[in-house]
């Protein structure tokens, strides 16, 4: 098998947080995109202050440092202890049930669990010890995994988000969200 196989292509999801990441991402960042499959999005940010990935996948993590991707091996934000100025992400979103799934990279890359939520839920649990004050996080979410199911989680965390760009895509919608921690008042 070819290891590239089992590397989630480059996709319009892909190209969607591409296109926010860019209009969204500011000299002086330092970025960390979670999960960053073929390293394509990291790898065209132009942060000074630099650009970090994660990647449990080690097909993936090493076709990102192919194109020059820093890249730590590990399951979403663990064990990182910077803080970054943005986070982006495109999780698993599939709604995916358990007799479902096949045990190899490439459908990782797609479950999203029963709910397509699972992942989603984890990573906006844990993103915060990583996310420097003022912090923003670029989501991206499909209209299959429930844009108000995830408002609840998002709430429920502590952070407020507004949609920053949009697409239909065979069948769904593709979203972008900007998330940042809820100021409280």
Sequence with gaps: MNPDDQVYPVEADTRLLLEAALAE??????????????????????????????????????????????????????????????????????????????????????????TGREVIARFLHDVGHVLAPGGRILLLISSLTGEWEVGKILDAEGYTSEKVRCMEYEGEELMVLRIRRRIHR
């Design 25 to 114: 991402v500011y000299p002086d960042d330092r970025v960390l995109e979670v999960g960053t499959g073929s390293g394509t999005i990291a790898a065209a940010l132009p942060a000074i202050a630099g650009v970090v990935a994660t990647e449990i996948n080690p097909h993936a993590a090493s076709a990102a440092r192919r194109l020059g991707v820093a890249v730590v091996r590990t399951d979403l934000v663990s064990g990182l202890c910077d803080r970054f100025t943005l986070v982006v992400f495109n999780p698993p979103y599939l709604p995916t049930a358990p007799e479902e799934r096949i045990p190899d990279w490439m459908e990782r890359a797609l479950d999203g669990g029963p």
